[in-house]
């Protein structure tokens, strides 16, 4: 048999785990006993998949193979496990090989490790937690754990299953284990408890072993919400869970679980908070405690506590960890203990530093993202204290970085003794969970590149174990309609599904019994403005559009199955709210959030009725769920919500269009919506492109659109022949613009189009967040009007190439990692030409569509196409 190295099978994964080769710690511990398999291929031009192998073989003993297939199929994405069903803990290792035209088998992939976790059935832990009485309602002093075991030869594997009520890191005789931050994550606790799973093999010694267990507050019972927050919002306990698993050659398992034998005591950090900071305490250290030996005889007992089994889950999607680091650029010395650091760049995280201590003293870090004369600006962080301490222990060399907190700041202000101020080397660590970043955009434009990588920087800084609104506030929460807005945008940038798929699971555990969405999720106690939880247009939308979106991007149909019920029942509840007349009125709305004409005290004031944003969400939900059904083969229930879309669309046209067409209250989102939610066609449409390009003309094509209209308006008027009036807008330097906050130096998407004022003032409102990505939804646009890239089957199946040059630029270029492979465009002019190079991966086919009308069908390869550059709008 001829092998076609030709060939090459990349990026194997098991559902949404992102795995490397050999032992990867993204597969291990997963929950289905049946993941399903994807691949990409290498491959000439030529060459087409007909059909799969797949090799798995038990982890511990290789030679024991299985080969399953060939499978006669074409498909590499999420196709069927082929094996038995994985047992609890059983670890196998998978490779692909693929077969094309000839028959003849590509080498087969390299290895990949998978490694089912424990079931509800296997747990013998129960959380522990100190034994020392507390007051619920203080900023409590978290615990340290630990446990001395055995650990006898002849050892084959070792894992420990760990999650806790609160945050945790373990260490293993002095180790830390793994390389997660603010675990096990923020999830609807009481339903779902993430447990991770690591590797402990190589840590372990024949002997004595010691596990020992930092503990935080982190979301469980920190302090979270508005106006000084709730503590203890998921219990008041301190707990950790943990099960040591140690397998022996002779078949034998040892298991060490969390159980009254720990032993606890005040940890070093005296205190930790979301929002706060942490305090530590280097003197408070006892040397040596998570390692073998230690004499912990003075230390405390511990309480054990009650958890159901069956709501310890697997992870879906990726765990947070430290991405990036950016240095200083600058260091301002205003006295001689004091410093304020720019980073030159508005970054989530923390900062890491070294510096010679001197015994007692303390160094205090706190952030901010902008200057105000100066100075820190912390008024937009409201209540949020957003501040670290470490006191040193000796005069020698110390480091420290935060383990249970994290910020939003681009400025640093360090008070220390001037000896440490000296010597200090500081670094900012950026967090957020550990997603492949999938696109990439360039032009000409270098305001639209800063614009882009500030697009970037905020969906870094926001999507830090569940889409956040903003980092640095006390908020910090998962807005159902910010997502809902840049959900598209996400999944360009990043491969957020399985992070995304993640939080629709709580997103279906916080909706109420009739099918009202929560604002944000998970949901926390707010003001009478979010509490008690009523349905909202566009943010309750989530429950719909977002699924649809992560579907698209990624092909897994399975996201669309799972948040069937969920859906349906936003959209039910919103049919019986409508009644008759088919329009969703009178009800609390937020409208068209943040519209620029809004004053700064009620961000819902919008030029834009509420009542119509919130009937064409209804319509466009309706039409959604149709195409939800359609996917899933539910013919009933497609036509049913197609025809319910047909008739709020009818209604919305009788209501809110005068007899010319127009809108009576118009606005940049209104006429927006018509178009991009296909409320209008014909005539009709006509007359909204027209009313839309003079309104933006009129406003000299400044923005006068707010979370809802804005991820509309630049495809609005393409869609209606004012491509050039799209580029101008976009183009815009004034405020409010895309490009005015570039002007102030923004480094990241601000809340607001003048978070930061003309005369350099900040913004007096109460939400003035200058890292926020929903207004940043226009890079979507970018990709696929700029560039010309975007797909028009689910999973890039298939690619609509369509460059549209406009705005003076000569050239321009994107890519998208599709689940596919590569996809990628680049265009330059030159003299009238319009040069196009495209390149299409395996498996997928494309369209170029050029502006002189011609239209090039394309199959895998990269293919240069040239043509004169004549418009058709």
């Not at 900023?139 to 340290?144: A, F, M």
């Not at 916080?510 to 003001?527: A, H, I």
Request: hydrophobic residues 40%.
């Amino acid at each position: 048999m001829r092998v076609n190295t030709e060939i090459a099978v990349r990026g194997v994964r098991f559902e949404n785990h992102h795995s490397t080769p050999g032992i990867g710690q993204a597969s291990l511990g997963v929950g289905e006993d049946r993941p399903r398999l994807s691949w990409w291929i290498d491959a000439p031009v030529d060459w087409q998949q007909k059909a799969y192998e797949v090799e798995i073989s038990d982890a511990l003993d290789r030679s024991v193979v299985t080969v399953h297939g060939p499978v006669e199929s074409n498909e590499s994405l999420y196709v069927p496990w082929p094996g038995a069903s994985l047992e609890p803990r059983q670890a196998v290792v998978a490779r692909v090989r693929v077969r094309g035209n000839d028959g003849d088998p590509s080498p087969w992939s390299d290895p990949y490790l998978l490694e089912r976790g424990l079931t509800a059935a296997d747990w013998e832990a129960v959380p522990v937690a100190a034994d020392r009485p507390e007051d619920p309602e203080s900023d409590r002093r978290p615990s340290i754990l630990r446990r001395e075991f055995e650990v006898g030869p002849g050892v084959v594997r070792a894992r420990v299953h760990v999650t806790a009520h609160g945050l945790f890191e373990l260490e293993l005789n002095g180790s830390r284990m793994g390389e997660d931050a603010l675990a096990p994550g923020w999830t609807v606790y009481g339903q779902r408890l993430r447990v991770f799973t690591y590797d402990i093999t190589q840590g372990l010694r024949t002997g004595t072993n010691a596990v020992g267990a930092w503990l935080g507050d982190g979301w469980y019972r920190g302090r979270l919400g508005f106006n000084g927050g709730n503590r203890n919002l998921y219990g008041s306990d301190l707990s950790l869970l943990a099960q040591l698993e140690v397998d022996y050659a002779d078949g034998s398992r040892q298991i060490l679980a969390t159980d009254a034998q720990w032993r606890s005591a005040p940890s070093p950090i005296l205190f930790s908070g979301i929002y706060d900071g942490e305090t530590f305490d280097a003197r408070q250290i006892p040397a040596g405690w998570s390692e073998p030996g230690f004499d912990d005889s003075d230390w405390e007992g511990v309480s054990t506590g009650e958890r159901d089994p069956a709501t310890l889950v697997a992870p879906d999607g990726p765990p947070i960890r430290h991405m990036l680091t950016v240095t200083p650029i600058s260091v301002d010395r205003k006295e001689e203990n004091r410093a304020i650091l720019d980073f030159g760049q508005n970054v989530v995280g923390r900062l890491a530093f070294r510096a010679p201590g001197v015994p007692g003293e303390t160094i205090v870090f706190r952030h901010a993202e902008v200057l105000q004369d100066g100075e820190l600006c912390v008024r937009p962080l409201r209540l949020a204290k957003a501040t670290d301490r470490y006191t040193f222990a000796t005069d020698q060399v110390e480091s420290w970085e935060p383990r249970f907190t994290y910020h939003g700041f681009r400025y640093a202000e360090v008070t220390a003794p001037p000896a440490v101020l000296n010597a200090l080397e500081v670094e900012a660590r950026v967090y957020h969970s550990a997603m492949e970043r999938t696109g990439w955009f360039e032009c000409s434009d270098a305001g639209l590149n800063r614009l882009h990588e500030n697009v970037l920087w905020s969906m870094r800084g926001n999507f830090v174990d569940v889409p956040t609104d903003c980092p640095q506030r006390d908020e910090r929460l998962g807005w159902t309609g910010d997502i809902q807005v840049f959900a598209p945008t996400a999944m360009t940038l990043f491969d957020a599904t399985g992070m995304l798929s993640s939080w629709l699971k709580d997103l279906s555990a916080e909706q109420l019994d009739d099918g009202t969405v929560p604002w944000y999720v998970p949901v926390v106690p707010g003001r009478e403005t979010w509490t008690p939880i009523r349905p909202g247009a566009a943010w309750g939308d989530a429950a719909v559009l977002t699924p649809w979106d992560v579907w698209f991007a990624s092909a897994d149909r399975a996201v669309l199955e799972r948040q069937w019920p969920s859906a349906k029942a936003w959209v039910d509840l919103l049919e019986r709210r409508a009644g008759d007349d088919r329009l969703w009125t009178g009800d609390f709305q937020l409208g068209d959030w943040l519209d620029p004409s809004a004053p700064p005290e009620d961000p819902a004031e919008a030029m834009t009725d509420r009542d119509l944003v919130a009937s064409a969400y209804f319509a466009w939900s309706a039409r959604h769920l149709a195409k939800t059904a359609q996917v899933l083969g539910r013919t009933e229930d497609a036509d049913h919500y197609a025809r319910l879309a047909d008739e709020v669309a009818a209604a919305i046209r009788s209501r809110y269009l005068d007899k010319d067409g127009r809108l009576a209250q118009e606005s940049q989102t209104g006429y927006a919506m018509l178009i991009c939610m296909e409320l209008v066609n014909g005539d009709l449409l006509t007359i909204a492109g027209d009313r839309l390009r003079e309104l933006v003309e009129a406003a000299g094509h400044r923005i006068a659109t707010g979370f809802v209209g804005t991820p509309l308006v630049s495809e609005a008027l393409t869609r209606t022949g004012s491509l050039d009036t799209a580029y101008r807008q976009l183009l815009e330097r004034g405020c409010p613009s895309w490009l005015y906050p570039i002007t102030q130096g923004a480094t990241t998407i601000w809340e607001r189009w003048d978070s930061q004022q003309e005369d350099g003032t900040i913004n007096p409102g109460q939400m003035t967040s200058f890292n926020h990505y929903a207004l940043g939804a226009v890079a979507r646009w970018m990709y696929s009007t700029i560039a010309g890239l975007e797909p028009i089957e689910p999973g890039w199946r298939r690619t609509r190439f369509q460059p549209r040059p406009g705005g003076d630029l000569t050239w321009a270029r994107a890519s998208h990692q599709s689940p596919y492979g590569p996809v990628a465009i680049e265009w330059s002019l030159d003299n009238g030409q319009l040069s196009v190079t495209t390149t299409v991966p395996t498996g997928a086919t494309a369209e170029l569509l050029m502006p002189d009308g011609s239209r090039v069908d394309l199959n895998p390869g990269t293919t240069t196409t040239v043509s004169s550059l004549a418009f058709t709008q």
